[in-house]
């Protein structure tokens, strides 16, 4: 697919609202995380965090990111300085086009507002893609993760998954984009 040149001044970063939800079953590819988004949906009505999604005119939803408040890991989010973002993806098409770099940009600034001064997320070790990404917003390997867990899936079935992940973060110095 073509994208036209100014096509990421056209997409709209905005919080997530309850109506998205079908959206980010990706027409069936993550059907099997539907428990798991309505969950984390629900954190964030009870204020525990905050859920972004990426939208193109006309398109379905090309990205989400979303970032736990707290946590019972204060390592990973701690309800007042430390936050984890997590579930950050871009539509295939859209990818390396600056969409992601933005939204990171974007959230960091939402949590340094709010108080936030450091950012935590887990990527996969053979995810060299993301850790690229990562690493270039300034974002270091602090401990690996075994990367054990489990969800209920749509069929209430119990999944296990194990993807060993490094855990990352960075210090929030300041705003990425002065009055945004
Ligand atoms: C990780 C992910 C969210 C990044 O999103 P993205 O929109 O591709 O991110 P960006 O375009 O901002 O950056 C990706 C690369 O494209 C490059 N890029 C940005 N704009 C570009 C352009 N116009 N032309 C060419 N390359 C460009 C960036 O420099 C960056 O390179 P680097 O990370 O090697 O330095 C996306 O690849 C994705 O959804 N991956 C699958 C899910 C996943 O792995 N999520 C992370 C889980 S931890």
């Known amino acids: 697919m073509m994208l036209p040149a100014d096509w990421l001044s056209r997409v709209r970063i905005r919080l997530m609202q309850r109506t998205d939800l ?3 079953e990706w027409e069936g590819e993550f059907t099997h995380f539907r428990r798991l988004f309505a969950d984390t949906y629900a954190r964030y009505e009870d204020g525990g965090a905050v859920l972004w999604v990426a939208e193109f005119p006309n398109e379905l939803l090309i990205g989400q990111l979303f970032v736990q408040l707290n946590s019972e890991r204060p390592e990973l989010a701690d309800g007042a300085t430390r936050a984890y973002v997590h579930g950050f993806r ?8 600056g969409l992601g770099t933005l939204m990171m940009a974007i959230v960091e600034d939402d949590l340094f507002r709010r108080g936030f001064r450091m950012v935590s997320l887990n990527v996969a070790r053979v995810n060299y893609k993301a850790q690229r990404l990562y690493d270039r917003l300034g974002y270091r390997v602090v401990a690996a993760e075994p990367g054990e867990w489990s969800y ?8 296990y998954v194990s993807e060993p992940a490094w ?14």
Do not use: E, S, V
């Not at 855990?167 to 945004?180: A, V």
């Open 90 to 97: 871009i539509r295939p098409a859209y990818r390396r086009g």
């Open 22 to 24: 079908p959206a980010l």
């Open 152 to 159: 209920i899936d749509q069929n209430d079935m119990l999944r």
């Open 167 to 180: 855990r990352m973060q960075k210090t929030l110095r300041g705003l990425n984009r002065p009055g945004w």
